[in-house]
Nanobody, 127 residues
């Protein structure tokens, strides 16, 4: 049974950076696409970035393009979300989730397409 554990959240000033980690308890991540999502209280969960199972394809929300980068370390079974030039609007609880559907489907980062979710890590961007 796949399990995902996020870490790396915290308080950061606007313009700062954070690296989130999503550790997968699974023999290999190569079978799973991994997405990062965030949720602010009272709002729907939104997709931020997604990485395909082979690791070749990525997609990002328009609001984070050029600032966030998703990557993975296959040997460590960890997917990272590097967040730079953080803004107050980036504040929220960040979740990673896995999917086994085809890339053409999951690249749109609809939460219902992802099957297994971590517990979340909180990111606060504030002066």
């Amino acid at each position: 049974q796949l399990q995902l554990v996020e870490s790396g959240g915290g308080l950061v000033q606007p313009g700062g950076s954070l690296r989130l980690s999503c550790a997968a308890i699974v023999p290999t991540l190569s079978y799973y696409a991994i997405g990062w999502f965030r949720q602010v209280s009272g709002k729907e969960r939104e997709g931020v970035a997604v990485l395909s199972a082979p690791g070749r394809d990525t997609n990002y929300a328009d609001s984070v393009k050029g600032r966030f980068n998703i990557s993975r370390d296959v040997g460590k079974n960890i997917v990272y979300l590097d967040m730079n030039s953080l803004e107050s609007e980036d504040t929220g609880v960040y979740y990673c989730a896995s999917a086994r559907n085809g890339w053409s489907t999951i690249r749109n980062m609809r939460p219902y397409q992802f099957e297994v979710w971590g517990q979340g890590t909180k990111v606060t961007v504030s002066a």
